[in-house]
């Protein structure tokens, strides 16, 4: 069983950044990958980025590669969303999910938890 627990969301102008964070916790979080997702209104929940046990290897949507950076830190159970130039269409909930099993990290099917979602809102 893992628990994760997402913070650092909030308001922001475009153009600016925000660094999100997910604590982890109930397994060895060395041991399996991590990826963020994100849910605008009526939309559905999409791939953002995703990082490996090491954090050796990491992988990004289209829409945000060069713009945001995923990264872990596994002494502190931590996973980081560092976003900067936001813009509007990043406007969204953003879950952290973890991933104990073999699977494509770029589909929601690939993690079996998931953090409840912090709110990000880019203003223009």
């Known amino acids: 069983q893992v628990q994760l627990v997402e913070s650092g969301g909030g308001l922001v102008q475009a153009g600016g950044s925000l660094r999100l964070s997910c604590a982890a916790s109930?397994?060895?979080?060395?041991?399996?990958?991590m990826g963020w997702f994100r849910q605008a209104p009526g939309k559905e929940r999409e791939f953002v980025a995703a990082i490996n046990w090491s954090g050796g290897n990491t992988y990004y949507a289209d829409s945000v590669k060069g713009r945001f950076t995923i990264s872990r830190d596994n002494a502190k159970n931590t996973v980081y969303l560092q976003m900067n130039s936001l813009k509007p269409e990043d406007t969204a909930v953003y879950y952290c999910a973890a991933n104990l099993r073999s699977g494509n990290l770029y589909y929601t099917s690939a993690y079996g938890y998931w953090g409840q979602g912090t709110q990000v809102t880019v203003s223009s």
């Open positions: 109930g397994h060895t979080f060395s041991s399996y990958a």
